[in-house]
């Protein structure tokens, strides 16, 4: 009791548990993600400056006006309005003026499947982007092929990416948290997090080379099944933009996911390595990633 009073004196207050700092990634994962995450902007932009020089996606072996089997075609038509941009999918035809098929500054509208501001560079140069393209390609294989021999042999693939029995039994929980913008910041990935950083690696970046290998017609001569296995070279040129739309969808949802669970702690972490964890007495693990 308090000396000058009969009410019971107040528990004193436990302090709070701070959220602890830890290392979260190593060198070669910020290493790995940010290479990636530079060859695929400028593939994307360069890849779509190629698209525009055949703004036609097929099914099969080949192509041409002899052949129905466009599934996507983006371009121009002339109305009485003037021209108008088009996006053509499975024969179902959609107005995209000034965005797809006829865009461009005020009074200087042209025909062009993607607008400059999307594509590198932004005037009509194929030569270039190919180069670009090419090249970044090649960044992101051989960076991706090291990434898999590393984490073979350090056992980063088995201890932080391959979801185990309870991880999967945590999934329905994981999915309503995010949906509620609700996020945990633990150590180890969440479940969500090993299956769609799982699809990307192992599923989607080597589709994006395997498919960008077979439509090299120097490769042919290399890898000769490649191509067959895929479908033909236009196949595999529409496997490869469908591909690249879901790499984009995924880098949208990523990003504002950053936003949501704490940008400045989640960006630290990719640029440093460290990162604030929950206080303790959560469900996070003891292994750094």
Same mark, same amino acid.
């Given at each position: 009791?308090?000396?000058?009073?009969?009410?019971?004196?107040?528990?004193?207050?436990?302090?709070?548990?701070?959220?602890?700092?830890?290392?979260?990634?190593?060198?070669?994962?910020?290493?790995?993600?940010?290479?990636?995450?530079?060859?695929?902007?400028?593939?994307?932009?360069?890849?779509?400056?190629?698209?525009?020089?055949?703004?036609?996606?097929?099914?099969?072996?080949?192509?041409?006006?002899?052949?129905?089997?466009?599934?996507?075609?983006?371009?121009?038509?002339?109305?009485?309005?003037?021209?108008?941009?088009?996006?053509?999918?499975?024969?179902?035809?959609?107005?995209?003026?000034?965005?797809?098929?006829?865009?461009?500054?005020?009074?200087?509208?042209?025909?062009?499947?993607?607008?400059?501001?999307?594509?590198?560079?932004?005037?009509?140069?194929?030569? =270039? @982007? /190919?180069? !670009? $393209? *090419?090249?970044?390609?090649?960044? %992101?294989? &051989?960076?991706?092929?090291?990434? +898999?021999?590393?984490?073979?042999?350090?056992?980063?693939?088995?201890?932080?990416?391959?979801?185990?029995?309870?991880?999967?039994?945590?999934?329905?929980?994981?999915?309503?948290?995010?949906?509620?913008?609700?996020?945990?910041?633990?150590?180890?990935?969440?479940?969500?997090?090993?299956?769609?950083?799982?699809?990307?690696?192992?599923?989607?970046?080597?589709?994006?080379?395997?498919?960008?290998?077979?439509?090299?017609?120097?490769?042919?001569?290399?890898?000769?099944?490649?191509?067959?296995?895929?479908?033909?070279?236009? =196949? @595999? /040129?529409? !496997? $490869? *933009?469908?591909?690249?739309?879901? %790499?984009? &969808?995924?880098?949208?949802?990523? +990003?504002?996911?950053?936003?949501?669970?704490?940008?400045?702690?989640?960006?630290?972490?990719?640029?440093?390595?460290?990162?604030?964890?929950?206080?303790?007495?959560?469900?996070?693990?003891?292994?750094?990633?």
């Amino acid at each position: 009791m308090d000396a000058f009073s009969s009410r019971p004196a107040p528990a004193r207050e436990r302090p709070a548990p701070s959220r602890q700092l830890i290392y979260r990634h190593s060198a070669w994962t910020r290493l790995t993600h940010w290479l990636w995450a530079l060859s695929l902007f400028f593939l994307l932009l360069s890849g779509l400056q190629i698209f525009n020089a055949r703004p036609q996606l097929y099914i099969g072996p080949e192509s041409g006006f002899a052949y129905d089997n466009t599934i996507l075609r983006i371009g121009a038509a002339s109305t009485p309005d003037g021209p108008r941009g088009f996006t053509e999918i499975f024969g179902h035809r959609f107005d995209t003026t000034g965005v797809l098929g006829w865009s461009g500054p005020p009074g200087r509208e042209r025909a062009r499947a993607f607008p400059s501001w999307a594509t590198i560079p932004s005037y009509y140069d194929l030569g =270039t @982007a /190919r180069v !670009i $393209h *090419f090249f970044f390609a090649w960044v %992101l294989g &051989l960076t991706l092929l090291a990434w +898999l021999i590393a984490s073979l042999v350090n056992g980063h693939i088995r201890r932080d990416l391959l979801p185990r029995p309870s991880d999967l039994s945590r999934l329905p929980g994981d999915l309503r948290d995010h949906l509620r913008l609700r996020f945990h910041h633990n150590r180890n990935y969440n479940t969500l997090q090993k299956l769609s950083y799982g699809c990307v690696l192992f599923i989607l970046l080597p589709a994006m080379v395997l498919t960008g290998l077979a439509m090299s017609p120097s490769m042919n001569s290399a890898l000769p099944w490649l191509n067959e296995a895929l479908g033909g070279r236009q =196949t @595999a /040129r529409t !496997i $490869h *933009f469908a591909v690249m739309t879901l %790499l984009v &969808l995924f880098f949208v949802v990523h +990003l504002a996911m950053v936003l949501a669970a704490g940008p400045i702690n989640e960006l630290r972490s990719i640029v440093t390595g460290w990162y604030r964890t929950d206080p303790p007495g959560g469900d996070g693990g003891e292994r750094s990633i």
